[in-house]
């Protein structure tokens, strides 16, 4: 998948809510460059907007493991329906994480350029979802004890 994406909406979202910060919310987005198509013929460089609408969490490993688990949903969000030309892709709107302690991290993604499709979230839920359970959901249960994990779209 796509690695790029992945450390580059780790980088904005750790940011937002960095060390030491517990409840975090910002009014500002920090800024992605992204390439996209314009007119739906040319790739430009463009930019991709991430802004953390609530963060809120108990410890360090809490903090570094919701923002993992944001980049990692949209990074597993990227499907050929959901993408234009097989280049340029669009992620989910809002990725909100809340645990059964209380934590939370809600981040919205904007970009000001080409929705030549829209987001499909159901095509990309079964595949997010092996991933997440795969990759981070030992961690969720190790800190908060056994559940489903379940992943929804909105």
Request: some cysteine; charged content about 25%.
């Amino acid at each position: 998948m796509n690695s790029y994406l992945y450390g580059a909406i780790e980088w904005a979202v750790d940011a937002q809510c960095p060390i030491g910060v517990a409840d975090c919310r910002r009014d500002l987005p920090q800024t992605i460059l992204v390439d996209y198509l314009d007119n739906g013929e040319h790739i430009q460089g463009g930019f991709l907007k991430a802004r953390v609408l609530e963060g809120k969490h108990h410890s360090e490993e809490i903090r570094k493991l919701l923002i993992r688990t944001v980049a990692k949903i949209v990074q597993y969000s990227i499907h050929r329906e959901n993408c234009y030309n097989a280049r340029m892709c669009h992620i989910p709107t809002v990725v909100r994480i809340v645990t059964r302690g209380d934590d939370r991290l809600h981040v919205y993604f904007h970009s000001d350029h080409g929705p030549y499709v829209k987001f499909n979230c159901q095509i990309t839920l079964q595949e997010v979802s092996d991933h997440i359970t795969d990759e981070v959901l030992d961690e969720y249960s190790s800190l908060f004890g056994p559940g489903d994990g379940s992943i929804t779209c909105a």
